[in-house]
């Protein structure tokens, strides 16, 4: 199978997995793993903040990271797009209190202009907003990237607003390769931000959050809370390791793969795909002729042996990540013409 669901999928490699059985590891929770400790630091330098934590899944820091920075009632601010919104069971509600206030933006990427917007005035009827939220890359907008010029915008403005700006930099290490600038270029601009090991960088679990010191300090007593205290994660934390010391750079190859992806599916009659649109590792597509076709297509392609997710009801994503190379690409490619052409 040529797995393009998502670059979650991928299997650890040989270099990975010897990093994880020679690691040294104790409980974490009693702060004895020295892998995490040393995960955690890294981690720290590579977003450019003072202290990281290392939690279970991106969706455990988003939500550990909000709680940390609100009181229940307020309100943070995020693209209605955004993951925390669509994809996250509404944590932010349950489990923080939270209202988001959500703006349309229609290329996924939060303006000064539209933070302005959706800040709620100081007034007794209205929560008080606290944080705005913004995603890099942002997947259901297509993995676009944020610039770094907008980030230092919004930066300013949440500063002089007294707001925490908070990234959910699931796939920062994509952004920062795509765009030519490091994580920590990114990181430091924000106030707190998370990167997942578990996607683009190969690793089997876990993601990163970064921010100060108390901030961490709370983050880390949430994560208890919440169930995500773990034991000897070293073993999970080497993996991490290793993959921010071999796996970052790499991901120019999947970028390249993806626009290869793209530019072919764009040539597919009933296709139809923007290679221009592909700035990272995402690749959306829609199929013409209805929902219908779409499964359809989705199912066909699954008999020839390539999997993607249908994200709507004629949009589809294919990822590309550390298991798929250019080959792969390539017979992908000829699945879908063959698809396309049956009746
Ligand atoms: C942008 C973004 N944020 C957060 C997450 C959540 O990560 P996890 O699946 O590890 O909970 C994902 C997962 O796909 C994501 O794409």
Redesign the pocket.
Known sequence: MIDLR?D?VTRPTPGMLRAMMRARVGDDVFRDDPSVCALEERAAAFLGQPRALFLP????A?VTALKAWTQPGEAVIADRRS?TVR??VGGGAVICGLMFDTVDMPDGLLTPEAVRGAARAPDVHQPVTRVVQI?NTH?LAGGVCYPLARVRALRRLTRAMGLALHM?G??LANAAVAQGVSAQEYGRLCDSATL?L??GLGCPVG?VLAGPADFIERARRIRKMLGGGMRQAGYLAAAGLYALRYHVERLAEDHAHARLLAEGLAGVPGIEADPAAVQTNLVFFRVAGGPARATELVTRLKSGGVLVSLLGPDLARAVTHLDVRRADIEKALRAVTRAMRQR
């Open positions: 998502s979650t899944s991106g969706t455990m988003n993951h994809y996250e995603e997947n959910d699931a796939r997942c578990s996607k993601t």
